[in-house]
């Protein structure tokens, strides 16, 4: 009992002389945290690798409360605060005595700031291991082939939701499996809508499959008109055009500029990009667009042929191949042109240079080379062009082609089918650009399809077959001569014997006179726009050719063009793509 009095009465001194130095009360407080403090407090201190019991804080006075009462901090409430200097006294009664042996220099309120800042930390460390985890069981292979079965509607809002789905739903090589797979839908891109006398540049796609409407916004094309587009792969070009020049925005064509840029638009990944501009500004150019073999040569095929006509022609099923089988006319007509130009087709060092660069790319891994010819269309001055020009895509030039004849008259159509850009006048003529040879041929059908004159024909190809569609009057039922209704027919040519087929009678009435039809794999779809009651009205149809019967039918009950204006109708242009 002695000694205890004694050692009490020391700690007493040693308490007092802590108002004297702050350095001897930190040195105070780790003696007896030594000697007193060896439970679950400390091991659970040393688990966290920081002391809680004794850290250099200061009370309110400016010194350390030693001593301090953390039990409602510590979770007991039945414990408060003494803020008195007469409950300091017990407090040091209590940390010194038999019942309590713990003490805290904790001040006030930080205990409970601490613990709040260590718990931050250990809920963002399980966050980050829960994250973690997470990316662990979802490989990007994984998570790469579930995104590439989504629709396309879903892989747009999926991209929103972090920068790595958007970054690897954008990739070169994601881009290639989604087009090699089977979970692609047919969709339509409506271009040339007028709203309000002013050309807005929207362009509105088509979910045919889910029948839903969507609308894109392209301020690139605001203010342009009269363009043509096509579709290969997952871009589609939009070429040449015209924008007013007094009336932005409007569709004005008294005084107007016509344009010989291309754009592509890719609706995967929503960009933009212009392409090599044409030679000639063009608008409302017929338009072919093709896949060519990597050999492919667009100045081997095309040179010193602008002035050439019709080498060939095709009559009635009997064509040049079968009259010269072993080709030996053209054999030696190729070589008087060796004779007579053999130092012009030398290879020099430009053209030496451009045949390097095209075999480097076209050693590029998944490189696929196509071809785009415009002919026709109306030029700068509104005059109607017989010239044609080709792109290629490997070298992002344009290269003149031969001209078609004057007799053959103004271009209403064409359509590339079987390497061959078939295109037809509005003098019921049809002719074909042979792409790998450079150079047209005159085709005679047996009988060109009847039509009304105001109607020009529409040509297509489906599942490598030549298809027609014109309007035409129809016999009354009993009254056999009596032109009493129009019909729109669709026709199918026979590439061998060359003789028109109907195979097929749209159901619809021929209300417009500007319809577009387009074709994509074994399907054919139409859009007709016309005005009546003061509203215009939009039918879309389609029609498989695979099906022996070919029947036509309705896709989309959801009309979207009540918004628009009437030049719509003559303006609007429409392009396919499976995405």
């Known amino acids: 009992m002695f000694s205890e009095s004694v050692s009490e009465e020391a700690l007493r001194q040693d308490f007092e002389t802590l108002t004297v130095s702050k350095r001897l009360v930190r040195s105070v407080s780790q003696k007896l945290r030594k000697k007193n403090h060896r439970g679950e407090g400390g091991e659970e201190d040393k688990v966290r690798g920081v002391s809680l019991k ?29 803020s008195s200097a007469s409950d300091e006294g017990k407090v040091y009664k209590s940390i010194c005595g038999i019942e309590d042996n713990n003490f805290d220099c904790f001040s006030y309120g930080v205990r409970e700031k601490f613990w709040k800042k260590n718990n931050r930390k250990d809920l963002d460390l399980e ?46 090589r994601f881009l290639q499996m989604r087009r090699e797979g089977s979970c692609q839908k047919p969709w339509l891109f409506l271009f040339g809508a007028v709203k309000d006398g002013y050309c807005s540049g929207e362009i509105h796609a088509l979910d045919v499959s889910q029948d839903q409407w969507h609308r894109i916004s392209a301020d690139i094309l605001r203010g342009r008109f009269m363009f043509s587009v096509a579709s290969m792969q997952d871009d589609i070009y939009i070429v040449g055009g015209c924008s007013s020049l ?16 291309v754009l592509v638009f890719s609706p995967l990944t929503k960009s933009w990009r212009k392409a090599s501009s044409m030679k000639f500004a063009r608008s409302m150019p017929i338009l072919g667009i093709s896949e060519v073999c990597s050999d492919f040569s667009v100045i081997q095929s095309h040179q010193n042929r602008h002035d050439r006509q019709f080498p060939r022609s095709r009559v009635g099923g009997v064509s040049d191949v079968y009259e ?14 060796f004779d007579e130009n053999g130092p012009s087709l030398l290879p020099n060092r430009r053209s030496y240079k451009f045949i390097r660069q095209r075999s480097e790319q076209a050693n590029m891994k998944g490189c696929k080379r196509f071809v785009l010819i415009a002919v026709g269309g109306l030029g700068s001055w509104d005059e109607p062009l017989n010239s044609g020009e080709i792109y290629d895509s490997l070298s992002n030039k344009w290269t003149e082609i031969q001209k078609l004849p004057i007799d053959f008259g103004v271009v209403c159509a064409g359509v590339v089918c079987n390497g061959m850009f078939y295109v037809c006048s509005e003098n019921d003529k049809l002719a074909g650009y042979d792409i790998e040879r450079g150079f047209w041929i005159g085709i005679q059908t047996s009988a060109f399809p009847p039509h009304v004159h105001e109607y020009y024909p529409k040509l297509v190809s489906c599942n490598g077959s030549l298809f027609l569609l ?12 009596r032109r009493n209704k129009a019909v ?43 005005k009546i009651f003061g509203q215009v009205l939009d039918f879309f149809t389609v029609c498989d050719v695979s099906d022996v019967e070919m029947n036509w039918s309705h896709i989309s009950r959801n009309h979207m063009a009540h918004e628009l204006d009437a030049s719509s109708c003559m303006t609007k242009t429409m392009a396919v793509l499976h995405l």
């Open 54 to 82: 004794c850290l250099t804080l200061y009370g309110r006075g400016g010194g350390c409360k030693v001593g301090a009462d953390t039990g409602e901090e510590l979770g007991d409430p039945s414990y408060r605060r003494r």
């Open 127 to 172: 966050e980050s291991v829960r994250n973690s985890r997470m990316h662990i069981f979802l490989p990007d292979d994984i998570l790469e082939m579930c995104l590439v079965r989504l629709p396309l509607t879903s892989l747009m809002n999926a991209r929103l939701v972090c920068k790595k789905w958007r970054h690897l739903t954008t990739t070169p």
């Open 488 to 530: 729109r027919k669709l026709w199918e040519l026979d590439l061998m014997y060359l003789t028109w087929t109907e195979v097929s009678v749209h159901p619809d009435a021929p209300m417009d006179w500007n319809p577009v039809f387009v074709a994509d794999r074994n399907l054919i779809f139409g859009v007709e726009m016309f």
């Open 324 to 337: 010269d089988p072993h080709r030996l006319s053209l054999r030696r007509q190729y070589r008087n042109a």
């Open 246 to 261: 007094t009336n932005f925005g409007r569709v004005d064509r008294s005084s107007f500029k016509t344009h010989k840029g």
């Open 470 to 481: 014109s309007v035409s009057w129809c016999e009354g039922d009993g009254q056999i001569g």
